[in-house]
T-cell receptor
Framework: SQQGEEDPQALSIQEGENATMNCSYK?????LQWYRQNSGRGLVHLIL???NEREKHSGRLRVTLDTSKKSSSLLITASRAADTASYFC????????????WGLGTSLAVNP | ETGVTQTPRHLVMGMTNKKSLKCEQHLGHNAMYWYKQSAKKPLELMFVYSLEERVENNSVPSRFSPECPNSSHLFLHLHTLQPEDSALYLC??????????????FGQGTRLTVV
């Protein structure tokens, strides 16, 4: 299967704690993106990291990419109840036949 | 709001009905996409249009028929659907086509229920 795999599938934390989600993939990639989806709504792009980058920050978000291990992680620091959502990784495979491959997502619940 | 608008937000249709989903983007993007999202499955890419030309059709049944009359509008025409077609249908757009890998902007989705 070409799909990305995310773990954990579900994560429940208290407000103020950090949340870490991981994404693994099987092919060589061009870039990797993280998206957030609130229940039953569209996806919102969070951050894009290119294959030659190792770490990227955006506000309370920190994304790392390890191409040797074919994995990425998304860290949300000082979580808030409003961060409750599903988080998806998506990656563009390298090569001529480029496709956007999606993970199954991690469902994050941040409890007040 | 992301600049991508989908209508309707909810749709219930019988298996013999014909309906259409509409998507409109105001971002000046060149590529538009239809995705299907079902529970416990990865997002499924259905169709891709780049500069109004269909560039990808991922073995989608013919009961789903896309239409892209211009770069701002995308339709998904539905007829004789099955209950397993019930899902959240998401429209997205991006500045460049999928091969470039730029970020995608999604609409809020249409929750489709086939009865």
């Amino acid at each position: 299967s070409q799909q990305g795999e995310e773990d954990p599938q579900a994560l429940s934390i208290q407000e103020g704690e950090n949340a870490t989600m991981n994404c693994s993939y099987k092919t060589s990639i061009n870039n990797l993106q993280w998206y957030r989806q609130n229940s039953g709504r569209g996806l919102v792009h969070l951050i894009l990291i290119r294959s030659n980058e190792r770490e990227k920050h955006s506000g309370r978000l920190r994304v790392t990419l390890d191409t040797s291990k074919k994995s990425s992680s998304l860290l949300i620091t000082a979580s808030r109840a409003a961060d409750t959502a599903s988080y998806f990784c998506a990656m563009i495979n390298a090569g001529n036949n480029r496709k956007l491959i999606w993970g199954l997502g991690t469902s994050l619940a941040v409890n007040p | 709001e992301t600049g991508v608008t989908q209508t309707p937000r909810h749709l219930v249709m019988g298996m013999t009905n014909k309906k259409s989903l509409k998507c409109e983007q105001h971002l000046g993007h060149n590529a538009m996409y239809w995705y299907k999202q079902s529970a416990k499955k990865p997002l499924e890419l259905m169709f891709v249009y780049s500069l109004e030309e269909r560039v990808e059709n991922n073995s989608v049944p013919s009961r789903f028929s896309p239409e892209c009359p211009n770069s701002s509008h995308l339709f998904l025409h539905l007829h004789t659907l099955q209950p397993e077609d019930s899902a959240l249908y998401l429209c997205a757009s991006s500045q460049e086509g999928p091969a470039i890998g730029t970020e995608a902007f999604f609409g809020q989705g249409t929750r489709l229920t086939v009865v």
